[in-house]
């Protein structure tokens, strides 16, 4: 039986998931088209980045990423005070991964150089996706296509246009097949194998299914 998402917010919306770090608000600024008069969020974003190196020193955890226009080279500075080191831990940031930090802000930090400065108490809303950039958002694309309703098949594109599929992935239970022989190829040969897990990786369907249009507290990583 397949699994309904709901609703899928498009990881490639620049509201939402904004692709270079540049249009991030900075810690003194508070944009109508993110925080109310008071100052509080009007709604969420997620920064997606992809991990290009990670160190660590006196100040915590300075990582390297790229964003996805792949021109800028920003730090996001973990501080590391008590208890930090619990939640997250410099052999999981791995180059080629994606960092997700969600209504990251831009600030001037101590060397200098213009980035993000991660507070201990925003680590919920951290997280680490054991893919590149780009296959993310074609995971991503990939679940909001499935929610969307459009029935196709996922090995050969074609729709399914009589009813339910004929089978579904007994795994993620998201992947639609048009006949036995099209799941088997899925399966061996077009990549299906390597994208049932990413399918259900829940902290990924958890940040997808957000409403990233309201803002009734911070959201945190399952």
Not at 112 to 127: D, L, N
Not at 201 to 216: I, V
Request: charged fraction near 20%; glycine fraction near 6%.
């Amino acid at each position: 039986m397949l699994i309904n998402l709901g609703h899928v917010t498009d990881v490639e919306d620049e509201n939402y998931f904004p692709s270079e770090w540049k249009t991030l608000p900075t810690v003194d600024e508070y944009p109508p088209t993110h925080f109310w008069d008071d100052g509080s969020p009007k709604r969420h974003w997620c920064f997606l980045s992809e991990i290009v190196s990670a160190t660590k020193n006196l100040l915590g955890y300075q990582v390297v990423v790229k964003d996805y226009c792949r021109e800028e080279h920003i730090t996001v500075l973990f501080p590391l005070d008590s208890g930090a080191a619990d939640v997250l831990r410099l052999e999981s940031f791995q180059a080629g991964h994606t960092l997700a930090v969600m209504n990251a802000r831009r600030e001037l930090l101590h060397n200098g150089t213009w980035g993000i400065h991660v507070e201990r108490y925003q680590y919920p809303g951290v997280h680490i996706f054991p893919y590149t950039h780009d296959n993310t958002v074609a995971i991503a694309q990939a679940l909001l296509l499935i929610a969307s309703g459009i029935a196709s098949c996922i090995n050969c594109g074609d729709e399914l246009k009589h009813g339910p599929p004929t089978r579904c992935c007994a795994s993620c239970r998201l992947a639609q097949y048009c006949s036995p022989e099209c799941q088997d190829s899925a399966w061996a040969y077009t990549g299906h194998i390597n994208e049932c897990v990413a399918y259900q990786d829940r902290a990924l369907q958890a940040l997808l299914t957000l409403d990233f249009t309201t803002y009734s507290g911070p959201f945190f990583f399952p």
